[in-house]
């Protein structure tokens, strides 16, 4: 591991705003494998705005933030919500937790955690919103998608009622596969565009729909390619069905190669 990394790592034991949990002490490994996943609770779950926050403001998530570039851009754009950026990557997450420990923010915080976990951190209720960004779009491993069943049914066991996904991504196969699943399932799709930036109505659509963007949008916005965006409710009786007309095979075809370029911050999705 090189020395950039680790002292990385150790600035990120200093951050009041960083939470980076034991992942032993949530997974629960008494069960058998065919049991499926089974998790702890976190002692955060349902106390986020009392344990992270010094406000009791509607929370909004950013699953697989990065260096959580869209999250502070959105905490400062709207200070009357509070924002968790999740990473994995403890490297990547330093840059969001330094960069709101320098400027003060105080309705920011990051989670360090597998996203397969969320449900251990947050109670019934307890998000309003979750932004889902330029997510890889797992072209052969259907559960692996943020937007699959499996993902929404963990997303319904603490969002509110009326709760929103959000999904801004360059990967038409991953836009069409989520407004698949939301189609089979009745849910309520509130925006659907597969040109954002090309699409000149913006009635509705708030200003930092444009203006906040990741490195990978700005990166594959240069390169030519369109970024999509979907948001939906997840408000469903019973288990989530799987879509039942998704071509996978069409629109996997139809996914180009990315060119990635690297910054000294950056790493490959």
């Known amino acids: 591991m090189g020395h950039d990394k680790l002292r ?22 008494s069960g058998e494998p065919s049991e499926g996943l089974r998790l702890h609770d976190h002692p955060v779950k349902g106390h986020w705005n009392e344990v992270m926050f010094k406000a009791d403001q509607p929370i909004v998530l950013e699953l697989g933030c990065g260096k959580g570039e869209y999250t502070i851009d959105l905490s400062k754009r709207i200070p009357q919500r509070n924002y968790i950026g999740v990473d994995i990557k403890g490297a990547r997450l ?64 603490f969002l509110k009622p009326g ?10 196969f991953l836009h069409e596969y989520s407004k698949a699943v939301a189609l089979e399932n009745d849910l309520t799709i509130l925006d659907s565009t597969t040109d954002l930036y090309g699409n000149t109505s913006t009635a509705g659509r708030s200003s930092a729909l444009y203006e906040v ?24 009786e019973g288990p989530y069905r799987h879509p039942s007309d998704f071509d996978s095979d069409y629109w996997r075809s139809i996914e180009g190669p990315r060119k990635f370029v690297h910054s000294p911050v950056s790493t490959q999705r």
């Open 163 to 172: 709760g929103i996904i959000h999904l801004k991504t360059d990967s038409r």
């Open 213 to 236: 963007q990741t490195f990978y949008e700005r990166m594959f916005l240069s390169q030519g390619y369109k970024i999509t965006y979907l948001s939906f409710t997840i408000d469903h």
């Open 8 to 29: 990385k790592f150790a600035e990120n034991e200093t951050f009041s705003c960083l939470l980076q949990p034991d992942a032993s002490k949530v997974l629960d490994k």
């Open 94 to 157: 330093w840059r969001g937790a330094k960069t709101a420990t320098e400027e003060g923010l105080v309705n920011v915080a990051f989670l360090r955690t597998r996203i397969e976990f969320i449900e251990a951190f947050f109670g019934p209720g307890e998000v309003s919103e979750i932004w889902l960004t330029f997510s890889d779009p797992q072209l052969k491993s259907e559960n692996s998608r943020l937007t699959s069943p499996l993902f929404l049914e963990r997303y319904r066991k």
